[in-house]
């Protein structure tokens, strides 16, 4: 079975600096994808950058960036130059076999002016 | 276009009632989900449909009964819910064989 950890529950980050939220992960699997998704209160999973296994190079996607550490199994978000609109709950997530994704207890993130 | 539409946004109804919940993607994904979400925790998993057949059952009271009419469509029906059922119903869609799964608005659901 898969288990992602994320330890932060609740995090301030001011406006126009950058964030880490944390995000690691157990799993047996040799294949697996990781993920991030944001929520904002409206409630759509908004899909923000995927990471897989075998990728050598850490992700990005515009101001996300993931901080992919195989050896340590974590699975950082890092969000540049934050913004007021990315106040919002972040769920890491994993992908087993049959296309299911385990989620973590969440980060939710607040951006102050 | 990366959509997943649902209906309805909200949804009220009695422990009596028979309500349905309406799922649709037009992305050509063959993978489509049902993920039940209470607040301040993260969705759970319902059920997984695959090429329009019902693949994973997470244990689910028979109360919900999915649906998949066709490749775009995704129902959940409902009946003699319970109080304990209101939450956040979140569907998702992806490709087959591929991993990102793209999510709906979801509907809120409140049982009284």
């Known amino acids: 079975a898969q288990k992602i950890t994320q330890t932060q529950p609740g995090m301030f980050v001011q406006e126009k600096e950058a964030v880490t939220l944390d995000c690691t992960y157990d799993?047996?699997?040799?294949?697996?994808?990781l993920f991030w998704y944001k929520q904002p209160s409206s409630g759509e999973m908004i899909f923000l950058i995927y990471?897989?296994?075998?990728?050598?190079q850490n992700a990005t996607e515009g101001r996300y960036s993931l901080n992919f550490q195989k050896a340590r199994k974590s699975a950082n978000l890092v969000i540049s130059a934050s913004q007021l609109g990315d106040s919002a709950m972040y769920f890491c997530?994993?992908?087993?076999?049959?296309?299911?994704?385990?989620f973590g207890g969440g980060t939710r993130l607040m951006v102050k002016p | 276009d990366t959509e997943v539409t649902q209906t309805p946004k909200h949804l009220v109804m009695g422990m009596t009632n028979k309500k349905s919940l309406k799922c649709e993607q037009h992305m050509g994904h063959r993978a489509m989900y049902w993920y039940k979400q209470k607040a301040k925790k993260p969705p759970e998993l319902m059920f997984v449909y695959s090429y329009e057949k019902l693949s994973i059952n997470e244990s689910v009271p028979s109360r919900f009964s999915p649906e998949c009419p066709n490749s775009s469509l995704l129902n959940l029906h409902l009946h003699a819910l319970q109080p304990e059922d209101s939450a956040l119903y979140l569907c998702?869609?992806?490709?087959?064989?591929?991993?990102?799964?793209?999510f709906g608005p979801g509907t809120r659901l409140l049982v009284l």
């Open positions: 990471q897989g296994s075998y990728d050598e």
């Open positions: 998702a869609s992806s490709s087959a064989g591929q991993e990102t799964q793209y």
């Open positions: 799993t047996s699997d040799q294949s697996y994808g």
């Open positions: 997530a994993s992908e087993t076999a049959g296309n299911m994704l385990t």
